[in-house]
């Protein structure tokens, strides 16, 4: 998927459902952006681009580890994203020079050179149709010194979230045409040696790229069928079931809910799931 394309399906019917659903999918990866925080060591920040920033809550998670002192610019090409963003700020109390919000390619954008001294992401660096132009062009916005710090998703292999559904969904669907290695897509930089290569084509240095394992943990009515449609709606098979049959779709449905039964208690389906926690660096 180019970046062309990402920009259309961003602002589409799918950025629209991601930003009805933000609430809840801030509150499933607040804990891997606060893991990233930690093991980033980003104390001594002072001016920050969140890239790919989303609904914000991560944005606003930043400004508040970091502290009034520094300010944050969240960047994203998703308007009804950055329109929950913004609420989510003017909600919080965030506003002025600490919190800000631009609508943009983060990959093409001319951001000032040399004006942050941390490039932060969470998930939001994987849809790049040239990653290592893209990191190159962040590289600039980056004082000397400055520290990049985001998280990506490990191989689909070790993500059963998302793995297990597709499973369910092949029961029924036929299986896409595999991608080309490292298409843009959520599993872009599964392979830490390709991601490793990239940065430092864009001219990081001190790459260190870490595994971190989680649990995906999805629920919000006490319901195993309506949490398992909701997963379904968000990851990966929503994109399977775009134009598909509802005798189909059902179909699918029925499969995951058995399929994710045996991972639901106390009313949430909690799976293991697995990131890279990268840092890099600009001499």
Request: proline residues 7%; hydrophobic residues 50%; charged residues 20%.
């Amino acid at each position: 998927m180019s970046n062309a394309d990402q920009l259309a399906y961003w602002n589409g019917e799918a950025g629209h459902k991601w930003a009805d659903n933000d609430a809840m999918m801030a509150h499933m990866l607040a804990p891997i952006a606060r893991d990233l925080i930690q093991h980033a060591n980003i104390g001594g920040a002072r001016r920050v681009l969140d890239v790919g920033c989303g609904g914000g809550s991560e944005t606003l998670l930043l400004a508040e580890h970091l502290g009034p002192q520094a300010s944050v610019l969240g960047v994203d090409i998703s308007a009804p994203l950055l329109a929950v963003a913004r609420e989510r700020a003017r909600a919080a109390g965030a506003r002025g020079r600490q919190v800000e919000f631009l609508e943009a390619d983060a990959s093409s954008h001319a951001f000032p050179p040399a004006s942050f001294d941390l490039l932060f992401s969470r998930f939001g660096v994987m849809f790049f149709d040239d990653p290592t132009a893209a990191f190159a062009n962040l590289y600039l916005a980056l004082q000397p010194g400055a520290k990049l710090a985001f998280s990506c998703w490990q191989p689909l292999q070790e993500n059963l979230w998302a793995m297990i559904p597709l499973k369910a969904a092949f029961q029924h669907l036929p299986a896409p045409e595999p991608p080309p290695p490292h298409a843009p897509g959520p599993f872009a930089f599964a392979d830490a040696d390709y991601t490793r290569s990239v940065l430092a084509g864009a001219g990081f240095s001190d790459i260190a790229i870490t595994a971190h394992a989680i649990t995906m943990a999805w629920g919000r009515e006490d319901d195993l069928a309506t949490t398992a449609r909701d997963m379904l709606n968000m990851g990966p098979v929503s994109r399977l079931l775009q134009d598909c049959d509802p005798v189909l779709r059902e179909a699918v449905h029925s499969s995951a809910i058995e399929a994710m039964a045996p991972w639901f208690s106390d009313g949430k389906i909690r799976m293991p799931g697995a990131v890279w926690l990268v840092t890099a660096s600009k001499q």
